[in-house]
């Protein structure tokens, strides 16, 4: 039986509702902005600190908030290999929704002071919490690419959630998403699809002064030095594993949820690609280079 079936089976049992999966946008069409950004937000309320202890299992949960195709699956494998941090394949909650199933159940919640919002927001909690107390860690971290239209939310979610932003080129990015599929993803398609994603990158990244950005060719360049930074941002000793996480085998990096490549399966950091040349860059992708510093004279430097 499904774990999904075995879930809805106890819900429906001890409470009434139900996890069902978000409809998609259509059939045979997979959209670059997810669903969960573009469809209404479930109501719901921000637990106060003194609330955190009852409302929450998980404690300062860790989110990279990413667009697609800048090695969050790389970043995902060394912060995996660190002895106190969990790192998952990507989970996509915001594409998961709890519903009541009768008119008892919506009034039973709602006397509970639980919106439809407030439900789903405990469930992603327990999934969470449970795959952390498996693993035998202390952190946990979640790579979801969508995660960057849904930051508010996990803010409120978790308060005391932290957040790693992980920037690429933006002619790499739209590169890379193209190189991914190029018939059903011309180039010019690419720029948009993940001009989209960079957009919501940067409003979260502008909203969080307290998060921590990294770039991708930062980390395929020195990645002891960055793995160094990033660790000390999350209280954690620097482990030497991050640099040689593992050879991983298909079982473990699933096509749908993060890269599947042979460069991420090596177990090592590989060599990033040469930065694009001035003339390279699509003129709408110009003011977000700008915006994370890749301006001519850097892109210049690193192809060099």
């Known amino acids: 039986m499904s774990l999904a079936r075995n879930l809805n089976r106890a819900l429906t049992v001890t409470t009434g509702l139900q996890v069902r999966r978000a409809p998609r946008a259509g059939k045979g069409r997979i959209s670059a902005v997810p669903k969960a ?40 494998m060394m912060l995996g290999a660190h002895p106190r941090l969990h ?9 998961m929704d709890v519903i009541c199933d009768n008119w008892h159940s919506e009034h ?35 790579k979801t690419p969508a995660n960057a239209y849904m930051y508010r939310r996990l803010k409120d979610c978790w308060p005391d959630a932290r957040f790693v932003f992980l920037l690429r080129h933006p002619e790499s990015v739209a590169r890379s998403w193209h190189e991914s599929d190029p018939v059903k993803r011309p ?23 307290d998060g921590f950005t990294v770039r991708y060719e930062d980390i395929t360049a020195d990645p002891g030095r960055e793995m160094r930074r990033l660790c000390a941002f999350l209280g954690v000793d620097y482990a030497p594993a991050m640099l040689n996480y593992g050879r991983k085998s298909g079982r473990e990096l699933v096509r749908g949820l993060g890269d599947w490549r042979d460069n991420i399966r090596t177990g090592t950091v590989q060599p990033g690609r040469a930065l ?8 709408r992708l110009r003011a977000m280079c700008a915006a994370w510093g890749y301006t001519s004279d850097t892109a210049s430097d690193s192809a060099s």
Do not use: N
């Open 276 to 283: 694009p040349k001035e003339d390279e860059i699509p003129e």
């Open 87 to 95: 790192t998952l394949h990507e989970l996509h909650l915001g594409r």
């Open 108 to 142: 039973a919640m709602g006397a509970l002071g639980h919106a439809r919002g407030d439900l789903e927001h405990l469930l992603w909690d327990r999934v969470l919490h449970r795959e952390l107390v498996k693993s035998g860690k202390d952190f946990i971290v979640e």
């Open 187 to 209: 180039y010019d398609k690419a720029v948009t699809d993940v001009l989209r994603y960079m957009t919501a990158v940067e409003e979260a990244r502008a909203a969080d002064t």
């Open 37 to 76: 950004a573009a469809r209404p937000a479930a109501a719901y309320r921000r637990p106060s600190a003194e609330e955190l202890a009852t409302d929450r299992l998980l404690r300062q949960p860790v989110f990279v908030i990413s667009s697609i195709r800048s090695g969050s699956t790389l970043l995902r």
